[in-house]
């Protein structure tokens, strides 16, 4: 699976959008671009994913750039309970593998 | 839809002693199961990965004989910590795949063990 780079940590304050970026030059073609967030000393939980078109759930929305090489995860409305620790991960679906994400902070 | 269960979610050994990590998947199905470990600070690292009624595919550097684990049925993998060391200390975490939750990711994880051994 294709490899990731993302940020090691961003601050954001509450209410504003937080904008986390993740590049991933290698990608191929059947590789999708997961997000999930980790909460303090608890599992993984899933935001979004896509293939290469934007998406938008109840959590996020996920911008994909045309060439796939990059994208970025947008929490709309941040909230102190979106502090974690965030991981952009690529894969055809058949294992996830995290890299280090980024630890995003969102302060009052 | 889409819970994993996991227990228990802390535990205290003592060096020596063996310990089991249960892994269920309460509302669906799960061909394929995940054990991750992390260390304080660090991301999560793959062990292994388990498919129901086969043996599991250890990751490099893992050693199969030290941690066991069984995939039994479409519900339950345990991971079975052998002969625990302070060094096993750790948060383990597993996850199950789920084909009809593909819209969600396909991955459902577990809320984590933390293995303390003294």
């Known amino acids: 699976d294709a490899k990731t780079t993302q940020p090691t940590s961003m601050d954001c304050a509450e209410g504003r959008a937080a904008n986390l970026p993740c590049n991933h030059s290698t990608i191929s073609g059947n590789e999708y671009v997961y997000w999930y967030r980790q909460i303090h000393s608890q599992g993984p939980q899933y935001i979004i994913h896509?293939?290469?078109n934007n998406e938008t759930n109840e959590m996020a929305s996920l911008i994909i750039t045309e060439d796939r090489k990059s994208s970025t995860l947008i929490l709309p409305h941040a909230t102190l309970r979106d502090t974690a620790v965030y991981y952009c991960i690529v894969s055809t679906g058949n294992m996830l593998t995290f890299g280090g994400g980024t630890r995003l902070m969102v302060k009052p | 839809g889409a819970v994993v269960s996991q227990h228990p979610s802390w535990v205290i050994c003592k060096s020596g002693t063996s310990v089991k990590i249960e892994c269920r998947s309460l509302d669906f199905q799960a061909t394929t199961m995940f054990w991750y470990r992390q260390f304080p600070k660090q991301s999560l690292m793959l062990m292994a990965t388990s498919n129901e009624g086969s043996k599991a595919t250890y990751e490099q550097g893992v050693e199969k004989d030290k941690f066991l684990i069984n995939h039994a049925s479409l519900t339950l993998s345990t991971l079975t910590v052998t002969s625990a060391h302070p060094e096993d200390s750790s948060f383990y975490i597993c996850?199950?795949?789920?084909?009809?939750?593909?819209?969600?990711?396909?991955?459902?994880f577990g809320s984590g063990t933390r293995l303390t051994v003294v």
């Open positions: 996850s199950a795949t789920n084909s009809r939750n593909r819209d969600r990711g396909g991955y459902t």
């Open positions: 896509g293939l290469k």
